[in-house]
């Protein structure tokens, strides 16, 4: 199996990335060429513009400004400067090895974003402003793929309404095109083209992706525990191995799937297999949701991952507190709600029926 590298620049180290949505307009698709061995063309490419241009500006606001370094030109290369760390990251995509508080990379984002061509053309653009992208599916696989290695940062709104970011992540990724578009032709982008996006990550929004068919569509549903709570080898990362073109021989240890059924904790109604579903081993049993005799067993319905001891002040009108977290259960069949390393219930199947 070939390893390959793709590459992002980090202006603001900690933060996260962007995404452009994949679009049906304009679409033409020509046959496809092998990924692998136009990986390795789209490797040379991205790897002379980043040996041939230099970071010229970036301003306050984390703008960034690429250009190419004239004939006879001193300017340190993109790929030799190290005031903006150049970094790659391993990608598992299509049976090709790719190289190259932060999103999962199934989460919904709140980005702006420029894409360019390596010929500085521009073919999409947010011009500024913040928009919202599903990473999982419906946008370029170099997206969610990025997305992960970076934080996002705050916002307020001032009494106009007038939102104000701060400390988010910036960045500029070089895509080969099969993260990309590949072999589809966009208005502005020819097919097998590497791509380039400058970007920053103001917001995240949690997924809950489980799903049911009704009526020949997916409907999603939800489980009760967020995509990136189900991430159990703590990557950052959540892929379905269930689809065979995107990745036909998936590793197993990119696999998060604690009854090894073939369907991922995050798609799983059932992550553990014992036909208790997800959500009615975290439901808290009837008669515990506020103040039973003197205890607060907290608001909501559902148990939270671990317990909430403290309120939240920016929101005076509710309390977050849940002093219970999702229970686990110890030798004697007792419930544990708040061990830190504990085995939740609804991955243990030894223990569906101990509900308290």
């Known amino acids: 199996m070939n390893k390959f590298k793709y590459y992002f620049v980090l202006l603001l180290a900690g933060i996260a990335i962007v995404s452009c949505n994949k679009s049906d307009d304009d679409v033409v698709v020509t046959p496809p060429r092998d990924y692998a061995e136009q990986y390795k063309a789209d490797n040379d490419s991205i790897v002379k513009y980043l040996k041939t241009h230099y970071i010229e500006d970036v301003n306050a606001d984390f703008d960034i400004k690429i250009t190419k370094i004239p004939t006879g030109g001193t300017q340190t290369s993109v790929w030799d400067q190290t005031v903006y760390p150049l970094q790659s990251r391993d990608v598992y995509n299509r049976d090709v090895n790719y190289t190259g508080e932060s999103p999962c990379n199934t989460d919904r984002i709140l980005a702006s974003y420029t894409g360019t061509l390596l010929d500085g053309t521009v073919f999409d653009t947010s011009n500024g402003l913040g928009a919202a992208f599903n990473l999982y599916g419906g946008v370029i696989d170099g997206w969610s793929e990025i997305f992960p290695q970076f934080k996002t940062g705050t916002s307020t709104t001032d009494t106009n309404g007038v939102i104000t970011n701060s400390g988010f992540g910036a960045g500029v990724m070089f895509l080969p095109s099969g993260l990309g578009y590949y072999n589809e032709v966009q208005s502005k982008i020819p097919a097998y083209s590497p791509l380039v996006f400058s970007f920053k990550l ?7 992706s489980e799903y049911a068919i009704s009526s020949g569509q997916r409907v999603v549903i939800g489980d009760g525990v967020p995509d990136y709570l189900e991430d159990l080898n703590k990557d950052g990362y959540l892929y379905d191995p269930q689809d065979k073109v995107r990745y036909p021989n998936l590793p197993a240890n990119l696999i998060d799937d604690t009854d090894k059924d073939g369907i991922p904790d995050f798609l799983d109604l059932d992550d553990d297999g014992d036909g208790y579903t997800t959500r009615f081993e975290i439901t808290k049993p009837k008669g515990e949701v506020g103040i039973v005799n003197g ?14 001891l403290v309120d939240d002040p920016s929101t005076p009108n509710t309390d977050e507190r849940e002093p219970r977290g999702i229970p686990a259960f110890s030798a004697d069949g007792n419930p544990d709600y708040t061990s830190p390393d504990r085995l939740r219930i609804h991955l243990d199947k030894l223990h569906y029926k101990a509900k308290p």
């Open 202 to 208: 103001f917001q995240l929004s949690r997924v809950d």
């Open 295 to 308: 205890f607060d067993y907290g608001a909501r319905l559902y148990y939270p991952w671990d317990p909430i």
